[in-house]
């Protein structure tokens, strides 16, 4: 009789155990899931400002003019949003590297991206600086500065991009 006790307690025990394992299996599939979206739509929004940032600058470049206030204004805030989506890009993407693979010793090609994000990274955060400081006394950003980093970042992101699909092939 106390024998059959311990035993169903045994059971009991491993059932619960159970139960916490899968709930926290739940948990992890439910993370990894919530956080390839938000990497996947802060992607959306990085490209989406090199490639409507590097088109406002272009035309009016080609044309030979600066951009006015309002159009200085939207590639401010596109700035900002670039920046933004690039925090969330690194964030996800180090909690992802550690619930799917436990770090970052991935393989070269994940190396490569993440010092190719990197650089990117340091790019926004130089051309929203220089963005605000021009902003601030009145100015137009300077051409050749906003041309070479917009050049660079393009070039930036398709590396990391390839990168991406060469690691996790
Ligand atoms: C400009 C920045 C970035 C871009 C454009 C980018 C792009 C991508 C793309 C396209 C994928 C999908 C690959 C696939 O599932 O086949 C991906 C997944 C992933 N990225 Fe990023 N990424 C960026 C930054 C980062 C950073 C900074 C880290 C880590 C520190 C990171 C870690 C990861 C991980 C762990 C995955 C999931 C891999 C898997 O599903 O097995 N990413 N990224």
């Not at 009789?1 to 169903?8: A, G, N, V």
């Not at 220089?130 to 590396?159: D, E, Q, T």
């Amino acid at each position: 009789m106390i024998k059959l006790e311990y035993i169903s307690d045994i059971l009991f025990f491993l059932n619960q155990t159970l139960d916490l394992f899968l709930q926290f299996d739940i948990m992890r599939i439910m993370s990894v899931i919530l956080l390839k979206f938000f990497h996947y739509l802060a992607i959306i929004f990085s490209g989406g400002v090199l490639v409507g940032g590097g088109l406002i600058q272009s035309v009016y470049s080609k044309a030979n003019q600066v951009p006015d206030l309002h159009i200085s204004k939207i590639l401010k805030i596109l700035g900002y949003i670039g920046l933004l989506s690039l925090i969330i890009l690194w964030i996800t993407g180090i909690l992802l590297s550690n619930l799917i693979y436990g770090g970052f010793a991935i393989n070269s090609a994940f190396t490569f991206k993440i010092i190719a994000a990197a650089f990117l990274l340091i790019l926004s955060f130089i051309i929203n600086i220089h963005i605000f400081n021009s902003s601030k006394n009145n100015k137009p950003p300077n051409k050749v500065i906003m041309k070479l980093v917009s050049m660079s970042s393009r070039a930036l992101i398709l590396i990391v991009l390839i990168c991406a699909a060469i690691a996790f092939k």
